[in-house]
């Protein structure tokens, strides 16, 4: 039996919902919100969902609960949009993943039976393919890679399918190919990029990223943990090179700012 959700939550849900419908009232709305199309807001989905991914990093609770709240808006926003054009609302989105979530847990809603998460993954797979009306077919993992590709970030599509290929036997014998595959490709962006086409010194570039996401599988690393770490690390030495600098940066020669960003490489190790 499903457990009855707080009338608190009800309430507050019931607020937000009537609050982002007024904000899109014709006549009494905000001109921005009333602006806005399912394209316009793409970017910011996209903005809040990371923003709740750092929040959850940091640990910290209350910026936890305020980005899952913009995250949230996103949601509502998107559907109060959609039925101001008369293609859906809410109430259509909560009753389409309520549904979805009972169909692809029998096991829990049914009297499917499982052995482990790997079971539940596999029935997960199978009806989702069947909702899709696709026919699951074990010799082709294509539909899975192209779907990776245009819904998931470059870096995240990458992993993916990285990991996907290798799981279906298309992989190395050993971790030396791979650092031999990057050698090669490492010296086909070089000479991309000395002789060549824009397009293709892209797309040699791309080659060289996708290698390193191979040997990060390899080494059991996330590449886009170790990105983001680095990103984070060059920010904190910045700061310090330009509290070294007390002005600005171009108005010091490349040799002093090696001095201070060396400084500051060695303040700020873990």
């Not at 109060?80 to 309520?98: C, E, H, N, R």
């Given at each position: ?23 899109r ?9 009333l ?9 910011y ?9 750092d929040?959850i990093?940091?640990g910290?609770?209350?910026?936890i609960a ?5 995250l ?7 559907s ?19 549904e979805?979530?009972?169909r ?11 052995e ?17 009306g696709?026919v ?13 590709s245009?819904?998931?970030?470059p870096?995240?599509?990458?992993s ?5 290929a290798?799981?279906?036997g ?17 010296g ?6 000395a002789?060549?086409?824009r ?6 570039l ?6 390193l996401?191979?040997l ?10 170790a ?5 984070r690390?060059?920010i ?17 020669s490349?040799?002093e700012?090696e001095?201070?960003w060396?400084?500051?490489k060695?303040?700020l190790q873990?």
């Open positions: 039996m499903s457990q009855p959700v707080a009338p608190a939550v009800l309430a507050a849900l019931e607020r937000l919902v009537a609050i982002v419908a007024q904000l009232h014709p006549q009494t709305g905000c001109p921005w919100d602006q806005q199309t399912p394209e316009t807001l793409i970017p989905v996209i903005e809040e969902a990371y923003e709740v991914v929040a990093r940091s910290d609770k209350g910026a305020e980005e899952l709240g913009d949230l808006l996103q949601v509502v926003l998107q109060q949009v959609a039925a101001d054009a008369g293609a859906f609302d809410l109430a259509t989105v909560a009753t389409g993943i309520s979805k979530l009972i692809r847990h029998p096991h829990v809603f049914g009297d499917v039976q499982v482990g998460v790997e079971e539940v993954h596999r029935n997960w797979e199978a009806i989702k393919a069947q909702e899709k696709e699951p077919d074990p010799h082709r993992l294509t539909p899975k890679l192209q779907r990776d245009r819904t998931l970030p870096l995240m599509a990458a993916k399918i990285s990991h996907r290798a799981q279906a298309f992989e190395w014998d050993t971790v030396e190919g791979v650092w031999a595959k990057f050698e090669e490709e490492l086909e962006f070089r000479t991309a990029i002789a060549e086409p397009e293709n010194q892209e797309a040699e791309g080659d060289v990223l996708f290698t996401v191979n990060a599988r390899w080494y059991g690393l996330d590449p886009a943990a990105l983001q770490g680095t990103n690390r060059f904190q030495r910045f700061e310090q090179v330009e509290a070294s600098a007390g002005g600005s940066l171009g108005d010091l490349v040799e700012l001095v201070f060396q400084r500051a060695q303040a873990p």
